[in-house]
């Protein structure tokens, strides 16, 4: 009877610890009683069936719960829940062709340190160089970027 106690506490403990692995996102209660029931039919064992028994349930527990783990992420059946999407679509990129280092501008917006500024009639984000700069001040392109402009006072 000692033996069967200390098997149904083990295996419980180990099926609640995989479905926190696997189903179950985060740290919940299904992990602590899973935890705690592989220790405490653990603990069971070495107290009431002598230490050999113990190491032998603790190794048990432990090829339980590797086999379990091994299985599980080399069978199919993750791929029924994993997410697959694949992400193909990119960043709408301003027209930056028509600027150039050098440039000149205004800032739309405070520069704190991003935000808008024009430039050849083209409103992007852009990033000050070093200091705030505030809106309506004259600015001169540093570096062109893809989706910003790296800019300095005039």
Request: hydrophobic fraction near 50%; charge should be negative.
């Amino acid at each position: 009877m000692d033996i069967l106690i200390v098997i149904i506490l083990c295996l419980l403990g180990s099926v609640l610890i995989l479905l926190e692995i696997f189903l179950i996102p985060g740290i919940t209660f299904v992990a602590i009683a899973g935890i705690f029931s592989t220790i405490g039919g653990i603990h069971y064992a070495f107290d009431n069936l002598g230490f050999g028994s113990g190491v032998i349930a603790l190794g048990s527990a432990l090829l339980i719960i590797i086999a379990f783990i091994i299985y599980a992420t080399n069978s199919k059946s993750l791929n029924k829940i994993a997410l697959e999407t694949k992400i193909e679509s990119t960043v709408a990129i301003e027209n930056t062709s028509d600027i150039s280092e050098g440039d000149e501008g205004i800032a739309v917006s405070r520069l704190n340190p991003i935000g808008k500024v024009e430039v050849n009639n083209i409103l992007m984000e852009g990033k000050s160089l070093s200091n705030f700069i505030d809106e309506n001040t004259k600015i001169i392109v540093v570096r062109v970027n893809p989706t910003q402009l790296i800019v300095k006072i005039k």
